[in-house]
């Protein structure tokens, strides 16, 4: 097994949702509360979950975008949980993000080329003649060649996109955080930026954490698969052996969506009951058991434990 490009140990982000007469944080939203996980180098790991799991807040924290609550992120062996924004620095070279929405994330009022080059600049490379050559390598790599000197407005959904993977190659990452990197693009440009984002994979040598809600690309773009449920992860699997046999009543509901949707398999969909609790205030013990059918009293006592169950197939639930 290749050595990880990423860890977390027991990674907690909680936002304050009330405060005192000091502005002193009296309850809390626990957005993600108590993860771990590592991606290999060159490995795609998906992250699913339903919208307010705490999936993009898990990748914004790794990113240290957003102060970790506790917990470890270790990356390349270095610990960078507690690293200072100046030292950060070094570290955004090799890890970049790939954002939801590419016009929100590009300046309206900049040739893109002359964008990518800023983040150039900032990580180092004095020489002009340098950076264009680089801006121009980079349109070329994600399809894009020779159209460095025009404004966002000027592409499409999907080509902006692409200029938005360029920016985050430019500085030679190895760990790209992808945060729905396509459900704000058409259908029809969707396939071409997975396909985009796996052939750079290939070619670059890249390891992904993939957050979506769209389980079919997580599926085919993803090595391993990591399920979060209410700010919890539930279970993790190599991609094949979780949509082919989930283990915790969470994945089967949740992937039995695909199942159904498969032609030929007679497979049905499982309707979760229920609303999702509030993260203020989870349920005691299985975050699950207000919406599980197989809940037992002690789901509601004890927390249940990950459980290997062979094959780096790992499960949260008291079934096992
Ligand atoms: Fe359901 Fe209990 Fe397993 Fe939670 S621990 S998923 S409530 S069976």
Do not use: W
């Not at 993009?56 to 609550?69: D, M, Y």
């Not at 954002?99 to 893109?112: E, G, I, T």
């Amino acid at each position: 097994m290749s050595a990880s490009i990423l860890e977390v140990k027991n990674l907690k982000k909680y936002f304050p949702a009330m405060t005192n007469l000091f502005g002193k944080g009296t309850e809390f939203v626990r957005a993600v509360d108590g993860i771990d996980f590592y991606i290999n180098q060159g490995e795609v790991l998906g992250l699913v979950g339903e919208s307010g799991c705490g999936k993009s807040t898990t990748g914004r924290t790794v990113l240290r975008l957003l102060e970790p609550t506790e917990g470890r992120i270790i990356f390349d062996g270095r610990d960078i949980t507690h690293l200072k924004k100046k030292m950060l620095r070094s570290i955004y070279k090799h890890m970049q993000l790939v954002f939801q929405d590419p016009f929100a994330s590009l300046n309206p009022r900049k040739k893109v080329g002359k964008a990518i080059e800023e983040v150039l600049v900032v990580h180092g490379m004095k020489d002009g003649a340098q950076r264009r050559e680089r801006v121009r390598e980079l349109f070329d790599i994600v399809g894009l060649r020779g159209e460095e000197d025009k404004y966002p407005h000027e592409f499409s959904g999907g080509q902006r996109q692409r200029v938005v993977i360029a920016r985050a190659l430019a500085v030679n990452p190895r760990l790209v955080i992808c945060d729905e990197p396509v459900s704000a693009l058409d259908v029809s440009i969707q396939a071409q930026i997975v396909n985009l984002l796996v052939s750079l994979k290939n070619r670059l040598g890249l390891s992904y954490l993939f957050i979506s809600h769209d389980l079919r690309v997580v599926k085919y773009m993803s090595d391993r698969v990591a399920v979060m449920y209410l700010g919890k992860i539930v279970e993790t699997a190599p991609a094949g052996e979780l949509f082919k046999n989930p283990a915790h009543p969470y994945s089967m509901a949740l992937l039995s969506v695909v199942s159904a949707l498969n032609p030929g398999k007679n497979k049905k969909k499982v309707i979760l009951e229920g609303e999702v609790p509030s993260p203020v205030s989870p349920p005691s013990g299985c975050r699950f058991r207000t919406r599980c059918k197989y809940a037992a009293r002690i789901c509601s006592e004890a927390e249940p434990q990950i459980k290997c169950l062979g094959g780096g197939h790992l499960v949260s639930c008291h079934l096992y």
